[in-house]
Protein backbone atom coordinates (compact mmCIF):
# COMPACT_ATOMS: atom_id res chain seq x y z
CA UNK A 1 0.00 0.00 0.00
CA UNK A 2 3.04 2.22 0.76
CA UNK A 3 4.33 1.64 -2.15
CA UNK A 4 1.29 2.59 -4.08
CA UNK A 5 0.90 5.98 -2.20
CA UNK A 6 3.87 6.79 -3.33
CA UNK A 7 3.91 5.96 -6.84
CA UNK A 8 0.92 8.13 -6.77
CA UNK A 9 1.78 10.84 -4.66
CA UNK A 10 2.26 13.47 -7.07
CA UNK A 11 -1.71 13.40 -7.72
CA UNK A 12 -1.73 14.71 -4.20
CA UNK A 13 -2.60 18.14 -4.56
CA UNK A 14 -4.36 17.78 -7.85
CA UNK A 15 -7.06 15.52 -6.06
CA UNK A 16 -7.14 18.11 -2.80
CA UNK A 17 -8.25 20.73 -5.92
CA UNK A 18 -11.08 18.59 -7.26
CA UNK A 19 -14.75 19.14 -6.07
CA UNK A 20 -16.17 16.55 -4.29
CA UNK A 21 -18.15 14.84 -7.13
CA UNK A 22 -15.35 15.49 -9.59
CA UNK A 23 -12.96 13.53 -6.85
CA UNK A 24 -15.71 10.87 -5.88
CA UNK A 25 -15.79 9.62 -10.11
CA UNK A 26 -11.43 10.08 -10.34
CA UNK A 27 -11.44 7.81 -7.44
CA UNK A 28 -13.81 5.39 -8.88
CA UNK A 29 -12.15 5.33 -12.05
CA UNK A 30 -8.81 5.11 -10.18
CA UNK A 31 -9.76 1.84 -8.43
CA UNK A 32 -11.13 0.10 -11.91
CA UNK A 33 -7.42 1.37 -13.49
CA UNK A 34 -6.39 -2.73 -14.14
CA UNK A 35 -10.11 -3.91 -14.85
CA UNK A 36 -10.17 -0.79 -17.55
CA UNK A 37 -7.12 -1.57 -18.73
CA UNK A 38 -6.49 -5.03 -18.68
CA UNK A 39 -9.81 -6.62 -20.11
CA UNK A 40 -11.30 -9.68 -18.33
CA UNK A 41 -11.54 -12.64 -20.54
CA UNK A 42 -11.16 -16.39 -21.22
CA UNK A 43 -7.25 -14.99 -23.20
CA UNK A 44 -3.84 -17.22 -22.52
CA UNK A 45 -2.21 -14.12 -23.80
CA UNK A 46 -0.46 -11.65 -21.47
CA UNK A 47 -3.05 -9.07 -21.66
CA UNK A 48 -1.65 -6.97 -19.19
CA UNK A 49 1.90 -6.50 -20.34
CA UNK A 50 1.03 -6.56 -24.06
CA UNK A 51 -0.26 -3.14 -23.05
CA UNK A 52 2.22 -2.13 -20.92
CA UNK A 53 4.52 -2.47 -23.68
CA UNK A 54 2.23 -1.17 -26.51
CA UNK A 55 1.65 2.14 -24.12
CA UNK A 56 5.66 2.14 -24.25
CA UNK A 57 7.52 4.91 -26.93
CA UNK A 58 9.86 2.07 -28.27
CA UNK A 59 12.44 2.53 -25.59
CA UNK A 60 14.50 -0.49 -27.23
CA UNK A 61 13.50 -0.26 -30.51
CA UNK A 62 17.15 0.96 -31.82
CA UNK A 63 18.22 -2.53 -30.94
CA UNK A 64 15.33 -4.69 -31.97
CA UNK A 65 16.93 -6.94 -35.12
CA UNK A 66 13.70 -7.16 -37.10
CA UNK A 67 13.25 -3.63 -37.02
CA UNK A 68 16.65 -2.61 -37.95
CA UNK A 69 16.37 -5.02 -40.98
CA UNK A 70 12.80 -3.88 -42.24
CA UNK A 71 13.62 -0.22 -41.20
CA UNK A 72 9.78 0.51 -40.88
CA UNK A 73 8.02 1.39 -37.48
CA UNK A 74 5.27 -1.32 -37.86
CA UNK A 75 8.19 -3.90 -37.19
CA UNK A 76 8.91 -2.31 -33.95
CA UNK A 77 7.99 -4.20 -30.43
CA UNK A 78 6.12 -1.42 -29.08
CA UNK A 79 3.78 -2.15 -32.32
CA UNK A 80 4.19 -5.74 -32.38
CA UNK A 81 2.47 -6.04 -28.90
CA UNK A 82 -0.26 -3.80 -29.78
CA UNK A 83 -1.45 -5.95 -33.00
CA UNK A 84 -1.24 -8.77 -30.51
CA UNK A 85 -3.31 -6.88 -28.10
CA UNK A 86 -6.09 -6.09 -30.71
CA UNK A 87 -5.78 -9.71 -32.34
CA UNK A 88 -6.41 -11.04 -28.52
CA UNK A 89 -9.63 -8.84 -27.54
CA UNK A 90 -10.92 -9.12 -31.31
CA UNK A 91 -10.23 -5.34 -32.42
CA UNK A 92 -9.01 -7.12 -34.86
CA UNK A 93 -10.80 -10.35 -36.36
CA UNK A 94 -8.02 -12.61 -36.97
CA UNK A 95 -10.29 -14.47 -38.80
CA UNK A 96 -10.55 -12.80 -41.61
CA UNK A 97 -8.19 -13.47 -44.72
CA UNK A 98 -7.43 -9.62 -44.78
CA UNK A 99 -6.06 -9.65 -41.35
CA UNK A 100 -3.39 -12.35 -42.07
CA UNK A 101 -0.54 -9.86 -42.14
CA UNK A 102 -1.20 -8.94 -38.55
CA UNK A 103 -1.02 -12.84 -37.61
CA UNK A 104 1.84 -13.05 -39.38
CA UNK A 105 3.13 -10.27 -37.44
CA UNK A 106 3.55 -12.15 -34.34
CA UNK A 107 5.89 -14.60 -35.91
CA UNK A 108 8.22 -11.87 -37.17
CA UNK A 109 10.48 -12.58 -34.16
CA UNK A 110 14.10 -13.52 -34.00
CA UNK A 111 13.68 -14.65 -30.35
CA UNK A 112 17.04 -12.67 -29.48
CA UNK A 113 15.61 -10.54 -27.14
CA UNK A 114 17.87 -7.36 -27.38
CA UNK A 115 14.40 -5.61 -26.45
CA UNK A 116 14.78 -7.77 -23.07
CA UNK A 117 18.37 -6.12 -22.77
CA UNK A 118 16.64 -2.98 -22.98
CA UNK A 119 13.38 -3.25 -21.62
CA UNK A 120 13.12 -1.12 -18.15
CA UNK A 121 10.38 -3.67 -17.22
CA UNK A 122 12.54 -6.67 -18.34
CA UNK A 123 10.04 -7.19 -21.42
CA UNK A 124 10.85 -9.99 -23.92
CA UNK A 125 8.72 -9.42 -26.62
CA UNK A 126 9.08 -12.57 -28.38
CA UNK A 127 7.82 -14.14 -24.73
CA UNK A 128 4.22 -12.06 -24.60
CA UNK A 129 3.73 -12.93 -28.31
CA UNK A 130 4.45 -16.49 -27.89
CA UNK A 131 1.18 -16.33 -25.56
CA UNK A 132 -0.75 -14.95 -28.22
CA UNK A 133 -0.16 -17.53 -30.94
CA UNK A 134 -1.46 -19.62 -27.78
CA UNK A 135 -4.60 -18.08 -28.71
CA UNK A 136 -4.18 -18.21 -32.54
CA UNK A 137 -3.40 -21.75 -31.92
CA UNK A 138 -6.35 -22.40 -29.86
CA UNK A 139 -8.85 -20.76 -32.18
CA UNK A 140 -6.93 -22.77 -35.17
CA UNK A 141 -5.43 -19.67 -36.59
CA UNK A 142 -1.57 -21.42 -36.94
CA UNK A 143 0.01 -20.15 -40.33
CA UNK A 144 0.79 -22.88 -42.61
CA UNK A 145 4.85 -22.12 -42.59
CA UNK A 146 4.19 -23.07 -38.59
CA UNK A 147 2.08 -25.99 -39.60
CA UNK A 148 4.83 -27.30 -42.15
CA UNK A 149 7.37 -27.51 -39.31
CA UNK A 150 4.65 -29.25 -37.16
CA UNK A 151 4.01 -31.74 -40.21
CA UNK A 152 7.78 -32.39 -40.80
CA UNK A 153 8.72 -33.03 -37.22
CA UNK A 154 6.09 -35.62 -36.97
CA UNK A 155 6.81 -37.34 -39.91
CA UNK A 156 10.26 -37.57 -39.40
CA UNK A 157 11.19 -36.66 -35.94
CA UNK A 158 13.41 -33.94 -37.43
CA UNK A 159 12.81 -30.11 -38.79
CA UNK A 160 13.53 -31.26 -42.35
CA UNK A 161 11.49 -33.77 -44.73
CA UNK A 162 13.06 -36.59 -44.06
CA UNK A 163 14.96 -37.68 -41.03
CA UNK A 164 18.25 -35.62 -40.95
CA UNK A 165 19.85 -37.77 -38.56
CA UNK A 166 19.98 -41.03 -40.85
CA UNK A 167 22.54 -39.00 -43.39
CA UNK A 168 25.68 -39.62 -40.99
CA UNK A 169 26.75 -42.32 -42.92
CA UNK A 170 26.83 -40.33 -46.05
CA UNK A 171 28.34 -36.98 -44.37
CA UNK A 172 30.78 -39.75 -42.79
CA UNK A 173 29.85 -39.13 -39.23
CA UNK A 174 30.77 -41.97 -36.61
CA UNK A 175 27.66 -42.88 -34.84
CA UNK A 176 28.63 -44.17 -31.21
CA UNK A 177 25.09 -46.06 -30.02
CA UNK A 178 25.38 -46.27 -25.78
CA UNK A 179 25.81 -49.30 -23.91
CA UNK A 180 23.80 -47.61 -21.03
CA UNK A 181 26.90 -46.29 -18.74
CA UNK A 182 28.61 -43.12 -21.23
CA UNK A 183 29.78 -40.51 -18.96
CA UNK A 184 28.46 -37.96 -21.40
CA UNK A 185 26.02 -37.63 -24.36
CA UNK A 186 26.47 -35.74 -26.99
CA UNK A 187 23.58 -34.45 -28.36
CA UNK A 188 23.90 -33.27 -31.86
CA UNK A 189 21.37 -30.63 -33.04
CA UNK A 190 19.28 -31.19 -36.26
CA UNK A 191 20.78 -28.22 -38.00
CA UNK A 192 24.16 -29.28 -36.48
CA UNK A 193 23.36 -32.03 -38.94
CA UNK A 194 24.23 -29.82 -41.88
CA UNK A 195 27.83 -29.22 -40.56
CA UNK A 196 29.49 -32.43 -40.70
CA UNK A 197 33.28 -31.17 -40.31
CA UNK A 198 31.51 -29.56 -37.28
CA UNK A 199 30.22 -32.58 -35.86
CA UNK A 200 33.31 -34.94 -36.56
CA UNK A 201 35.57 -32.58 -35.03
CA UNK A 202 33.45 -32.12 -31.91
CA UNK A 203 33.38 -36.38 -31.79
CA UNK A 204 37.27 -36.06 -32.14
CA UNK A 205 37.85 -33.52 -29.76
CA UNK A 206 35.62 -35.68 -27.55
CA UNK A 207 38.08 -38.71 -28.37
CA UNK A 208 40.96 -37.16 -27.83
CA UNK A 209 40.30 -36.30 -24.07
CA UNK A 210 38.82 -40.30 -23.30
CA UNK A 211 35.35 -39.02 -22.54
CA UNK A 212 33.20 -42.14 -23.18
CA UNK A 213 30.56 -40.80 -24.80
CA UNK A 214 27.20 -41.56 -26.92
CA UNK A 215 25.63 -40.16 -30.14
CA UNK A 216 22.93 -42.31 -30.79
CA UNK A 217 21.75 -40.84 -34.21
CA UNK A 218 19.74 -44.01 -35.22
CA UNK A 219 17.53 -42.97 -32.52
CA UNK A 220 17.60 -39.01 -32.10
CA UNK A 221 15.00 -36.86 -32.98
CA UNK A 222 14.89 -33.04 -32.20
CA UNK A 223 14.75 -31.36 -28.88
CA UNK A 224 11.32 -30.17 -30.27
CA UNK A 225 12.61 -26.62 -29.99
CA UNK A 226 10.57 -25.52 -33.07
CA UNK A 227 6.94 -26.79 -31.51
CA UNK A 228 7.90 -24.83 -28.30
CA UNK A 229 8.34 -21.68 -30.51
CA UNK A 230 5.21 -22.57 -32.76
CA UNK A 231 3.42 -23.21 -29.13
CA UNK A 232 2.30 -26.41 -30.34
CA UNK A 233 3.25 -27.80 -26.96
CA UNK A 234 1.17 -30.60 -27.01
CA UNK A 235 3.95 -31.65 -29.87
CA UNK A 236 6.88 -29.72 -27.85
CA UNK A 237 5.84 -32.07 -24.96
CA UNK A 238 5.42 -35.54 -27.06
CA UNK A 239 9.75 -34.70 -28.07
CA UNK A 240 10.52 -33.62 -24.45
CA UNK A 241 9.40 -37.35 -23.43
CA UNK A 242 11.16 -38.94 -26.06
CA UNK A 243 14.59 -37.07 -25.30
CA UNK A 244 13.84 -37.86 -22.29
CA UNK A 245 13.65 -41.56 -22.63
CA UNK A 246 16.76 -41.45 -24.51
CA UNK A 247 19.19 -39.38 -22.31
CA UNK A 248 17.82 -41.66 -19.18
CA UNK A 249 19.09 -44.67 -21.69
CA UNK A 250 22.60 -43.34 -21.90
CA UNK A 251 23.38 -42.86 -18.23
CA UNK A 252 25.18 -39.79 -18.74
CA UNK A 253 24.91 -37.03 -16.27
CA UNK A 254 26.49 -34.96 -18.23
CA UNK A 255 24.19 -33.49 -22.08
CA UNK A 256 26.46 -31.56 -23.76
CA UNK A 257 25.36 -30.31 -27.40
CA UNK A 258 26.49 -28.46 -30.41
CA UNK A 259 23.75 -26.20 -30.21
CA UNK A 260 22.75 -23.67 -27.91
CA UNK A 261 18.99 -23.94 -28.69
CA UNK A 262 18.90 -27.51 -27.83
CA UNK A 263 20.39 -26.87 -24.41
CA UNK A 264 18.00 -24.25 -23.51
CA UNK A 265 15.18 -26.69 -24.82
CA UNK A 266 16.40 -29.83 -22.96
CA UNK A 267 17.24 -28.21 -19.32
CA UNK A 268 14.98 -24.32 -19.36
CA UNK A 269 11.76 -25.28 -21.64
CA UNK A 270 11.16 -28.60 -20.80
CA UNK A 271 11.23 -27.87 -16.86
CA UNK A 272 8.40 -24.85 -17.67
CA UNK A 273 6.38 -27.34 -19.66
CA UNK A 274 6.49 -29.55 -16.27
CA UNK A 275 9.24 -32.20 -17.51
CA UNK A 276 12.13 -32.31 -15.86
CA UNK A 277 15.66 -34.89 -16.79
CA UNK A 278 18.54 -35.02 -14.72
CA UNK A 279 21.98 -34.25 -15.76
CA UNK A 280 23.73 -31.33 -15.96
CA UNK A 281 23.35 -30.05 -19.85
CA UNK A 282 25.56 -27.62 -21.20
CA UNK A 283 27.34 -26.31 -24.19
CA UNK A 284 29.92 -28.17 -25.85
CA UNK A 285 32.38 -25.18 -25.43
CA UNK A 286 31.59 -24.97 -22.26
CA UNK A 287 32.43 -28.59 -21.62
CA UNK A 288 35.74 -28.47 -23.79
CA UNK A 289 37.03 -25.45 -21.89
CA UNK A 290 36.70 -27.50 -18.74
CA UNK A 291 38.46 -30.36 -20.75
CA UNK A 292 41.22 -27.48 -21.30
CA UNK A 293 41.53 -26.69 -17.69
CA UNK A 294 41.31 -29.64 -16.41
CA UNK A 295 44.44 -31.00 -18.74
CA UNK A 296 42.89 -33.57 -20.48
CA UNK A 297 43.23 -31.47 -23.78
CA UNK A 298 46.13 -30.30 -24.73
CA UNK A 299 46.38 -27.26 -26.99
CA UNK A 300 49.54 -28.05 -29.02
CA UNK A 301 49.92 -26.45 -32.57
CA UNK A 302 50.05 -23.03 -34.17
CA UNK A 303 46.54 -21.80 -35.66
CA UNK A 304 46.78 -21.80 -39.25
CA UNK A 305 47.74 -18.71 -40.75
CA UNK A 306 44.44 -18.27 -42.09
CA UNK A 307 42.90 -18.05 -38.71
CA UNK A 308 45.37 -15.59 -37.20
CA UNK A 309 43.17 -12.48 -36.76
CA UNK A 310 39.72 -13.41 -36.30
CA UNK A 311 36.36 -11.75 -34.80
CA UNK A 312 33.53 -14.01 -32.52
CA UNK A 313 29.71 -14.00 -33.45
CA UNK A 314 28.24 -14.62 -29.77
CA UNK A 315 25.05 -16.80 -30.23
CA UNK A 316 22.35 -14.56 -28.82
CA UNK A 317 21.19 -18.01 -27.03
CA UNK A 318 24.30 -19.07 -25.90
CA UNK A 319 25.12 -15.23 -24.41
CA UNK A 320 21.69 -14.72 -23.04
CA UNK A 321 20.17 -17.71 -22.36
CA UNK A 322 22.69 -19.66 -21.12
CA UNK A 323 24.34 -16.80 -20.23
CA UNK A 324 27.64 -17.77 -21.60
CA UNK A 325 30.02 -15.38 -23.01
CA UNK A 326 33.20 -16.55 -21.51
CA UNK A 327 34.20 -20.42 -22.61
CA UNK A 328 34.64 -19.27 -26.11
CA UNK A 329 36.47 -16.35 -25.23
CA UNK A 330 38.57 -18.69 -22.43
CA UNK A 331 39.10 -21.16 -25.36
CA UNK A 332 40.51 -18.38 -27.48
CA UNK A 333 42.49 -16.76 -25.00
CA UNK A 334 44.75 -19.89 -24.75
CA UNK A 335 45.57 -19.88 -28.37
CA UNK A 336 48.94 -18.18 -29.25
CA UNK A 337 49.29 -16.02 -32.26
CA UNK A 338 45.65 -15.38 -32.45
CA UNK A 339 44.47 -11.70 -32.93
CA UNK A 340 40.32 -11.65 -31.73
CA UNK A 341 38.92 -8.41 -32.68
CA UNK A 342 35.50 -7.89 -30.77
CA UNK A 343 32.85 -6.49 -32.59
CA UNK A 344 31.06 -3.52 -31.02
CA UNK A 345 28.08 -5.38 -30.13
CA UNK A 346 28.97 -8.20 -28.61
CA UNK A 347 29.05 -10.00 -25.14
CA UNK A 348 25.78 -9.94 -23.83
CA UNK A 349 24.66 -7.34 -26.44
CA UNK A 350 25.38 -9.35 -29.48
CA UNK A 351 23.17 -9.00 -32.34
CA UNK A 352 21.46 -11.93 -34.27
CA UNK A 353 21.76 -14.16 -37.12
CA UNK A 354 18.46 -13.99 -38.33
CA UNK A 355 17.65 -17.38 -38.14
CA UNK A 356 16.93 -17.58 -34.55
CA UNK A 357 12.72 -18.00 -34.03
CA UNK A 358 9.92 -17.85 -36.14
CA UNK A 359 10.83 -14.99 -38.46
CA UNK A 360 12.93 -16.75 -41.22
CA UNK A 361 9.37 -18.94 -41.92
CA UNK A 362 7.37 -16.21 -41.67
CA UNK A 363 9.49 -13.79 -43.72
CA UNK A 364 12.52 -15.28 -45.35
CA UNK A 365 13.62 -11.82 -46.33
CA UNK A 366 13.81 -9.95 -43.03
CA UNK A 367 15.89 -13.19 -41.70
CA UNK A 368 18.34 -12.90 -44.90
CA UNK A 369 18.45 -8.68 -43.86
CA UNK A 370 18.90 -9.64 -40.60
CA UNK A 371 22.18 -11.71 -41.13
CA UNK A 372 23.31 -9.25 -43.73
CA UNK A 373 23.29 -6.14 -41.22
CA UNK A 374 24.79 -8.77 -38.62
CA UNK A 375 27.81 -9.73 -41.07
CA UNK A 376 28.62 -6.02 -41.85
CA UNK A 377 29.16 -5.43 -38.18
CA UNK A 378 31.13 -8.64 -38.15
CA UNK A 379 33.23 -7.31 -40.94
CA UNK A 380 33.80 -3.70 -39.30
CA UNK A 381 36.18 -5.84 -37.35
CA UNK A 382 38.72 -6.26 -40.27
CA UNK A 383 38.85 -9.77 -40.01
CA UNK A 384 37.52 -12.23 -42.37
CA UNK A 385 37.23 -14.89 -40.08
CA UNK A 386 33.83 -15.06 -38.19
CA UNK A 387 34.21 -17.56 -35.07
CA UNK A 388 30.49 -19.14 -33.62
CA UNK A 389 29.49 -21.99 -31.25
CA UNK A 390 26.03 -22.33 -32.38
CA UNK A 391 24.76 -24.32 -36.33
CA UNK A 392 21.53 -21.77 -36.30
CA UNK A 393 23.86 -19.03 -36.26
CA UNK A 394 26.50 -20.49 -38.82
CA UNK A 395 23.30 -21.05 -41.19
CA UNK A 396 21.76 -17.70 -40.90
CA UNK A 397 25.07 -15.40 -40.89
CA UNK A 398 26.13 -17.49 -44.62
CA UNK A 399 22.83 -15.96 -45.91
CA UNK A 400 24.51 -12.85 -45.16
CA UNK A 401 27.40 -12.52 -46.74
CA UNK A 402 27.58 -10.83 -50.28
CA UNK A 403 28.46 -13.02 -53.30
CA UNK A 404 31.94 -10.93 -53.70
CA UNK A 405 32.58 -11.95 -50.02
CA UNK A 406 32.01 -15.30 -50.14
CA UNK A 407 35.78 -16.82 -51.59
CA UNK A 408 37.00 -13.66 -48.56
CA UNK A 409 34.97 -14.51 -45.59
CA UNK A 410 35.01 -17.63 -43.98
CA UNK A 411 32.16 -18.53 -40.71
CA UNK A 412 33.27 -21.69 -38.16
CA UNK A 413 32.31 -23.20 -35.40
CA UNK A 414 35.06 -22.98 -32.47
CA UNK A 415 35.17 -26.73 -32.77
CA UNK A 416 36.43 -26.39 -36.40
CA UNK A 417 39.57 -24.31 -35.33
CA UNK A 418 40.06 -26.12 -32.03
CA UNK A 419 40.69 -29.42 -34.45
CA UNK A 420 43.33 -27.57 -36.11
CA UNK A 421 45.32 -27.32 -32.83
CA UNK A 422 44.99 -30.14 -30.42
S1 LIG B 1 9.93 -4.29 -24.72
FE1 LIG B 1 10.07 -2.76 -23.10
S2 LIG B 1 11.30 -1.06 -23.95
FE2 LIG B 1 10.60 -2.37 -25.65
S3 LIG B 1 8.73 -1.39 -26.39
FE3 LIG B 1 8.11 -2.98 -24.91
S4 LIG B 1 8.00 -1.93 -22.92
FE4 LIG B 1 9.14 -0.60 -24.33
S1 LIG C 1 12.82 -10.60 -29.74
FE1 LIG C 1 14.14 -9.50 -31.17
S2 LIG C 1 12.94 -9.25 -33.04
FE2 LIG C 1 11.53 -9.71 -31.37
S3 LIG C 1 10.88 -7.67 -30.62
FE3 LIG C 1 12.58 -8.38 -29.33
S4 LIG C 1 14.38 -7.43 -30.29
FE4 LIG C 1 12.73 -7.36 -31.81
Known amino acids: MSDILNKYKWMGPIIDKMDRDIKRKFMKNFRMRDKNFFPEGDYKADIKNLVNCMLCPNMCRFDCGTLQAELKETMSPAYKSRIGYYLTIGKIDASKEENKAFIDLMYKCSNEESCKVWCPFEFSVVSLLETVRDDLNTKGLMPDYCKNQIEKLK ?209 KNIAIKEASNRIDELKETGAKVFISACPECELGLAYGVKEIDKEKIKIIDIAELLIKVI
Open 155 to 363: KTNTIEDHNIFLTYKDKGIENIETDGNDEVYYYIGCESMKFPEVVKANIEILKKAGIKFSTNLEKKTCCGGPAFNIRDLETAKEFANKNKELIRSTGAKIIVSDCPGCIETLNTRYRKAGIEIDGRFIHIVRYIKELIEDGKLQLQREVPDEYKKATIHDPCLLARNLNDIESIRAILNKLSSIDIVEPIYNKNFTHCCGWSGTVHWAD
